[in-house]
């Protein structure tokens, strides 16, 4: 089983110059916890319901005051669509992720979720992908950096 | 998916002082074999033996040539490599089952022999592209993007497990949350150390 097997092929996108308001009501309304951001066509950023928190607390300002293009560029931790779901799994958890953008080449050809490896591998369970330990989750200094 | 229990571990390592350390700390909970070279292993390497930790780097028979030996004599029971040599392309064709840097503390050893057990009693196939995917998350591990891309022998183990994926669907089903959980962390850690931070 591979990563293009599970992911979520559609995801929402916002423009480089929309607020966090904007990311959030897009999120809200298709029940997903991550948004990516384009930028001339490409998806630069993957803004995720945590980084949206994170950028609430670290910034104390109405959503529709906080740029999209305010977060980090990049997607460097991601996972390729012919990747296996064990090595997806295992990045999930090095990484600390709820989710993985799925990149081949330069373009973006969905999102991997935790609930996606959940639902589809039938000894796999919430704990397994993540790490315990989060209780720094609040205390970096940008909104995005870590 | 068959029980497998370890109750002997065979150490093979030529500093002889380590060796005896390990003798030691996994004598509390195993019947351990220890061999100082190579090829005191391959004599003592017998059927009541149920995992090895190997070293890599040994006078006279290398850890490499010893693993090669062992599975040409169709002894098929987990091994780890215990190394301070980091994974390098020449592991794609190694039959390993996991790959421990030194150096690794008391609890790193019963982790390793609890995950070798979880490995043991997987079928042949579904152990072999599990062992597939282990090497590949060590060299991940190890090398940059661009040493990768510019891998031969990284290219066929992708190749490789690419196929076997297509032969192997939930590759979870049959073995219980303890034992995935095992694997899972396998991959992780020879992934590398955990981010920091949260990725996301």
């Given at each position: 089983?591979?990563?293009?097997?599970?992911?979520?092929?559609?995801?929402?996108?916002v423009?480089?110059?929309q607020?966090?308001?904007?990311?959030?009501e897009?999120?809200?309304?298709?029940?997903?916890?991550?948004?990516l951001?384009?930028?001339?066509?490409?998806?630069?950023?993957m803004?995720?319901?945590?980084k949206a928190?994170l950028?609430c607390?670290?910034?104390?300002?109405?959503l529709?005051?906080?740029?999209?293009?305010?977060f980090?560029?990049g997607?460097?931790?991601?996972?390729?669509?012919?990747?296996?779901?064990?090595i997806?799994?295992?990045?999930?958890?090095?990484a600390k992720?709820?989710?993985?953008p799925?990149?081949?080449?330069?373009?973006?050809?969905?999102v991997?979720?935790?609930?996606?490896v959940?639902?589809?591998?039938?000894?796999?369970?919430?704990?397994?992908?993540?790490?315990?330990?989060?209780?720094?989750e609040?205390?970096?200094?940008?909104?995005d950096?870590r | 998916?068959m029980?497998?229990?370890?109750?002997?571990?065979?150490?093979?390592?030529d500093?002889?002082?380590?060796?005896?350390?390990?003798?030691q700390?996994?004598?509390?909970?195993?019947?351990?074999?220890t061999?100082?070279?190579?090829a005191e292993?391959?004599?003592v390497?017998d059927?009541?033996v149920?995992?090895v930790l190997?070293?890599?780097?040994?006078p006279g028979?290398?850890g490499?040539e010893?693993?090669d030996?062992?599975?040409?004599?169709?002894?098929?029971?987990?091994v780890?490599?215990?190394t301070?040599?980091?994974?390098?392309?020449?592991?794609?064709?190694m039959?390993?089952d996991?790959?421990l840097?030194?150096p690794v503390?008391?609890?790193g050893l019963y982790d390793a022999?609890d995950?070798l057990?979880a490995?043991?009693?997987?079928d042949?196939?579904t152990?072999e592209?599990?062992?597939?995917?282990i090497?590949?998350?060590?060299?991940?591990?190890?090398k940059d993007?661009?040493?990768?891309?510019?891998s031969?022998?990284?290219?066929?183990?992708k190749?490789?497990?690419?196929?076997?994926?297509?032969?192997i669907?939930d590759?979870t089903?049959?073995?219980?949350?303890?034992?995935?959980?095992?694997?899972?962390?396998?991959?992780?850690?020879n992934?590398?150390p955990?981010?920091?931070?949260?990725?996301?």
């Open positions: 089983m591979l990563v293009k097997h599970i992911m979520t092929g559609e995801f929402e996108t423009s480089r110059g607020t966090l308001d904007e990311a959030v897009l999120m809200l309304g298709n029940e997903v916890e991550h948004i951001v384009i930028e001339e066509g490409t998806p630069m950023v803004i995720t319901r945590r928190l950028a607390y670290k910034t104390d300002a109405p529709s005051e906080i740029p999209v293009s305010g980090s560029r997607l460097e931790t991601n996972i390729g669509p012919n990747e296996t779901v064990l997806a799994v295992g990045k999930l958890r090095q992720a709820d989710c993985l799925v990149v081949s080449g330069m373009s973006v050809e969905g991997l979720t935790r609930d996606d959940i639902e589809n591998l039938s000894s796999i369970t919430d704990n397994m992908t993540e790490e315990d330990e989060r209780r720094d609040w205390t970096a200094q940008s909104l950096e | 998916m029980s497998y229990t370890i109750t002997t571990v065979l150490i093979v390592e500093e002889t002082q380590l060796t005896d350390q390990y003798a700390a996994l004598g509390a909970e195993y019947s351990v074999v061999a100082y070279s190579g292993a391959l004599e390497a059927e009541s149920d995992a190997l070293d890599r780097r040994m028979l290398s490499d010893v693993l030996r062992l599975r040409d004599r169709g002894r098929d029971y987990p780890a490599m215990l301070a040599v980091r994974p390098d392309w020449g592991i794609v064709e039959g390993f996991d790959y840097l030194k503390d008391i609890q022999i995950r057990e490995l043991g009693g997987i042949r196939e152990r592209y599990i062992r597939q995917n090497k590949q998350a060590s060299l991940e591990g190890q993007d661009s040493e990768l891309a510019s031969a022998e990284f290219a066929a183990l190749s490789d497990v690419l196929e076997r994926s297509s032969e669907g590759v089903a049959g073995l219980s949350q303890e034992e995935t959980e095992l694997i899972v962390s396998t991959i992780s850690r992934l590398g955990p981010d920091s931070g949260r990725s996301d």
